[in-house]
């Protein structure tokens, strides 16, 4: 399995035809921030909307604390039919334990549609 990183927006939506057809997880922050000098990133609101333009390929995690944003992202993809969970990022174990729980259990129900 490989995994694929972006950290910017803008690049994803470049390349998103390209790898989402090759895609089993999606896992999605809403707040890019740029480095001082470098470009605007985008953001994952951006992302969502992009991927509720295609029919849903893959389960799609979403990690920001960024509230308004969060919802606005979950709306995108459950009006698109998206399979998604939305887990916070709170903590410092919050990768090892909730994004971890909720990415085994979207894989296993993935693999079972």
């Given at each position: ?12 939506l470049?390349?998103?035809d ?33 991927l ?5 390929r ?26 998604y969970?939305r ?6 174990d919050?990768?090892?334990?909730d994004?971890f729980?909720a990415?085994?259990?979207l ?7």
């Amino acid at each position: 399995m490989a995994v694929q990183l972006w950290r910017s927006a803008v690049t994803l939506l470049d390349e998103l035809d390209r790898h989402l057809p090759h895609a089993d997880l999606i896992s999605l922050d809403h707040d890019l921030l740029s480095e001082p000098g470098e470009p605007d990133l985008g953001d994952g609101l951006m992302v969502a909307k992009a991927l509720a333009a295609h029919r849903p390929r893959c389960p799609v995690i979403i990690h920001t604390s960024n509230t308004l944003r969060g919802d606005s992202m979950e709306g995108e993809l459950q009006l698109a039919g998206w399979t998604y969970r939305r887990i916070l990022p709170i903590g410092d174990d919050w990768i090892e334990v909730d994004w971890f729980r909720a990415a085994k259990r979207l894989l296993r129900g993935n693999r079972q549609s």
